[in-house]
C-alpha cells in the first residue's frame, strides 16, 4: 500500500524538477527533517529503497544525507550498535526512495513519542540509455484447448512430451508440424489444485513426472508409459506440497513458488513466475521473470550478481497471463505457458537468451 501511495503522489510531484545528480538531493532534504525536528535533537536514520535496482549516487546521497543533518545540529545515534544505558534517540528518521517512470521520489518519515511528521522531495536524475546485454527470443511451440503444465523436448527436438491436467502426450516433429503419436494417462493420487501445476523431467531411464500429491516414472521405449504413485518425490532439491501449487525444500523455510532462484536486491518488480536461465553472455546467474504490475504481462531477464538484480534485457510481451514457467533441458532456454487473452488456448514456448550486438 505504502508503495502504491508513493507512485501516485509521485506521478503529480514529479514533473516539477529537472534532472540533477542523486547525491545533490540531500543538500534539500536535510533542512525539509531538521524542520520537523527540536533544536539539538538526537535520532536514528535508516534507509530503505523500493526502486528496482540502487539508482547511481544512492551511497553517496546517504553519506551527504548523515553530513547535512549533523551540519544542522542532528545528532546521529545507531540503534543496532548503542548500549543499553544510551541516551534514546528523540525520534527515528526513515528515509525511503521510491521511483515511477517519471523518476524519484525521497519520502522522509520523522516518528517521535508525540507525533509522526512526512517530508517530500521529487527528484528526477538525468536519464543515461544503456543497450541491453541480451535480447529474449521466443519460440512458440504447442497451443491446446487443455492447460499445459510442462513440456520435455527428446531426441535433440524432434520429440516433444507435453504434461496436461490428466495425461501425458507424445508428439512427433514431421513435415514442419508436431504430429500426434500417442498419450498416456496420468493416474492422479490427489485431484489438482484449482490452479494446476506441474513439472517433467528427462531422466536416464526415459523421464519424471511430478504434480501435487503423485510422483510418476515414464518411458517412450518402446511406446509412451506412464506408472504414477501417490507422494511427493524431491526433484532438484524441492518437491510439491500436497494439494496446492507451491514448492517446498528441506533447506528452506516455508513454501514458495518457484525454484533455484537467488534472493538479490531489486528482485522487487518481478511477479511471480521466475526461472533461471544459463548463458555465456554474462558472468552472473540469469534470471528470466513476469514484470509485476506491468499493464500487459511481459517477462524480461536479469543477471543477479553480488546480491544485486540487474536488468539485462528489454522487457517482452506476451499474449496473455503466464500459467506456467521452468527452466528446459536446454541450456539457455525456459518453458513458458500462457493463456492466450483472445483464443483462450494455452501456449507453450520456449524463450531464449540471445546475447545483444
Known amino acids: 500500500m505504502l508503495r502504491v501511495a508513493f507512485a501516485l503522489l509521485f506521478t503529480i510531484l514529479a514533473p516539477l524538477v529537472e534532472a540533477q545528480p542523486l547525491a545533490d538531493a540531500a543538500g534539500q532534504l536535510a533542512p525539509r527533517i531538521s524542520s520537523l525536528l527540536p533544536r539539538r535533537a538526537t535520532v536514528s536514520l535508516d534507509f530503505r529503497s523500493l526502486t528496482a535496482k540502487a539508482p ?12 547535512a543533518l549533523q ?3 542532528v545528532e546521529m545515534v545507531s540503534t543496532a550498535t548503542t548500549p543499553p544505558d544510551a541516551r534514546v534517540p528523540d525520534a527515528r528518521v526513515t528515509i525511503t526512495l521510491a521511483e515511477s517512470a517519471q523518476g524519484l521520489l525521497f519520502v522522509a518519515e520523522v516518528t517521535s513519542a508525540e507525533n509522526h511528521q512526512v517530508a517530500m522531495l521529487p527528484w528526477t536524475q538525468p536519464r543515461t540509455e ?13 497451443e491446446q484447448p487443455e492447460p499445459v503444465l510442462d513440456l520435455l523436448l527428446l531426441n535433440s527436438g524432434a520429440q516433444m512430451l507435453v504434461l496436461g491436467t490428466s495425461s501425458v502426450t507424445s508428439y512427433q516433429w514431421n513435415g514442419g508440424k508436431w ?33 501435487p500429491g503423485t510422483s510418476c516414472s515414464g518411458s517412450t521405449q518402446p511406446s509412451l508409459k506412464l506408472t504414477c504413485t501417490a ?14 501449487n507451491v514448492l517446498e525444500s528441506d533447506q528452506t ?4 513458488y518457484a525454484p533455484v532462484v537467488p534472493p538479490a536486491s531489486g528482485a522487487e ?15 552472473g546467474t540469469m534470471v528470466i521473470a513476469t514484470n509485476a504490475g506491468a499493464e500487459r504481462e511481459q517477462v524480461q531477464a536479469y543477471e543477479v550478481a553480488g546480491g544485486q538484480a540487474s536488468v539485462a534485457s ?14 528446459s533441458e536446454t541450456r539457455g532456454q525456459i518453458t513458458v505457458v500462457v493463456r492466450d487473452a483472445q483464443t483462450g488456448e494455452y501456449a507453450a514456448s520456449r524463450l531464449g537468451l540471445a546475447c545483444a550486438e
Do not use: H
Open 314 to 327: 528489454a522487457p517482452l510481451s506476451l499474449p496473455g497471463p503466464v500459467t506456467a514457467m521452468w527452466s
Open 269 to 283: 518488480s518481478w511477479g511471480s513466475d521466475v526461472a533461471a536461465a544459463d548463458t555465456s553472455c554474462t558472468q
Open 231 to 244: 507422494g511427493n518425490e524431491t526433484w532438484n532439491g524441492v518437491r510439491w506440497v500436497s494439494d496446492r
Open 130 to 142: 544503456t543497450k541491453p546485454r541480451l535480447t529474449l527470443v521466443n519460440r512458440p511451440l504447442w
Open 179 to 211: 504430429t500426434f503419436v500417442s498419450a498416456a494417462p496420468l493416474a492422479l493420487a490427489r485431484p489438482m489444485p484449482r490452479d494446476p501445476r506441474g513439472r517433467i523431467l528427462s531422466a536416464s531411464d526415459g523421464f519424471r513426472v511430478y504434480v
Open 253 to 256: 523455510r516455508g513454501s514458495f
Open 71 to 73: 551540519k544542522a545540529g
Open 56 to 67: 547511481d549516487g544512492w551511497s553517496s546521497f546517504r553519506a551527504q544525507l548523515q553530513a
